[in-house]
């Protein structure tokens, strides 16, 4: 396997290591490149993502990308530069996101259920799509938009995908997330979508939430979300709620996936670069981790995936929660784990 690694800014190198070292116990033979792209490229040569990079990152069967965004950094610089830029060029229309609550992982919310939730984010459009402008700026009657963008082709092949992936799991269950009775124009492209694919689904049961709703829920009753599907915007949003209800968002792994494979995916955690933590050793690298497993999966190293996913387990089943340790020692954990008669056992 050809793995490019982007450690990007503030925690992003220090939770990638960590999540390299386990990647190294389950996949030795992995072919890695380093690429230093972020802030401080930026800061020294202007770049953000040279063609030729990008042409190097096309041939690689993945991508593992730490975080970016810097205080020093004008904000959106780095964010759209970079990252966007990346989930655009190389056609990441499904953000797969899932969120977990792992038996010994305290949940903010009282009596959470057991959740187990994929949000399917739809990652090409929406108003990320940077459909927008200035006008009569720096006067006193500026006007800025950021036009959402849905497109037919775009909102049916996320919603296939949410929809094979309901159907393959035990509950079979998909939640629409939307905001359909204001943002009409999307919202009845994405409901009637939703309704035609359906048809071909009809043992996925199909529920709709308006996405203000969804907060509601999401933090009083997490447990009644199997699949969802939304756009670019309520899937960043209600992804940071669910990683926070299933105990942190250092703990929330992501796949920017092109679902033909034309491109290779780019697998990062859902958190960014947390300056306020950042060069302290004290972040969590677990959803770094989770996240080679997910890129392990979309390769189809399913085996060495669920190594992975089960040291996880182990670890947040036994891990000192008041204590968990320094970034390093848990990524030390992990590795062990991932090799250990334990999780040989539950794989
Ligand atoms: P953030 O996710 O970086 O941090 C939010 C909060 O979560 C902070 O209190 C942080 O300390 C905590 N946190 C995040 N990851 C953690 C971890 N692994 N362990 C423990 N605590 C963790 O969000 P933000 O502060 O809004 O953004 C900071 C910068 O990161 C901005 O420049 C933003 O644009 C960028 N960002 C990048 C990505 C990405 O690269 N995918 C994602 C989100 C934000
Ligand atoms: C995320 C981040 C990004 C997003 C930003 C940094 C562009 O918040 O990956 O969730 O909004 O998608
Ligand atoms: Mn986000």
């Given at each position: 396997m050809r793995l490019a690694v982007i450690p990007g800014d503030g925690i992003g190198p220090e939770v990638v290591s960590e999540a390299l070292k386990v990647l190294g116990e389950v996949v030795p033979e992995t072919e890695i490149t380093h690429y230093d792209l972020g802030a401080t490229r930026w800061h020294n040569t202007?770049?953000?993502?040279p063609e030729s990079v990008l042409d190097e990152l096309r041939q690689q069967d993945g991508i593992l990308l730490g975080a970016v965004g810097d205080p020093s950094v004008p904000s959106g610089i780095l964010e759209r530069g970079l990252l966007l830029r990346l989930r655009f060029e190389l056609d990441h229309h499904v953000n797969l996101r899932p969120a977990r609550l792992y038996p010994g992982v305290q949940s903010p919310v009282a009596d959470p259920g057991e959740i187990d939730m994929v949000v399917v984010r739809e990652g090409t459009e929406g108003p990320y799509a940077g459909n927008g402008g200035l006008l009569r700026?720096?006067?006193?009657h500026e006007i800025a938009t950021e036009v959402s963008l849905n497109t037919a082709f775009g909102v049916e092949r996320v919603v296939r995908d949410a929809f094979a992936r309901a159907a393959a799991r035990p509950r079979k269950h998909l939640t629409m997330v939307h905001k359909t009775n204001v943002l009409t124009h999307a919202g009845s492209l994405w409901s009637r979508v939703v309704e035609e694919v359906s048809l071909e689904h009809p043992d996925v049961t199909v529920a709709y939430q308006h996405v203000d709703a969804t907060t509601i829920h999401m933090v009083t009753d997490p447990s009644r979300f199997d699949v969802v599907v939304t756009d670019n915007l309520f899937g960043d949003i209600i992804t940071d709620l669910a990683g926070a209800v299933t105990g942190?968002?250092?703990r929330a792994a992501s796949g920017n996936i092109d679902a033909t494979h034309r491109n290779p995916g780019m697998f990062e955690p859902?958190?960014?670069?947390a300056p306020d933590i950042a060069g302290q050793g004290v972040a969590d690298p677990t959803a770094a981790v989770l996240s080679v497993a997910l890129l392990l999966d979309h390769v189809g190293r399913t085996e060495a995936a669920r190594r992975v996913e089960a040291s996880v387990a182990f670890d947040l089943a036994t891990r000192d929660h008041s204590a968990p340790g320094a970034t390093h020692a848990i990524g030390d954990r992990l590795a062990a784990l991932v090799s250990s008669r334990e999780v040989a056992q539950q794989v």
């Open positions: 202007g770049e953000l993502l700026k720096d006067t006193p942190g968002i250092g859902v958190h960014g670069s």
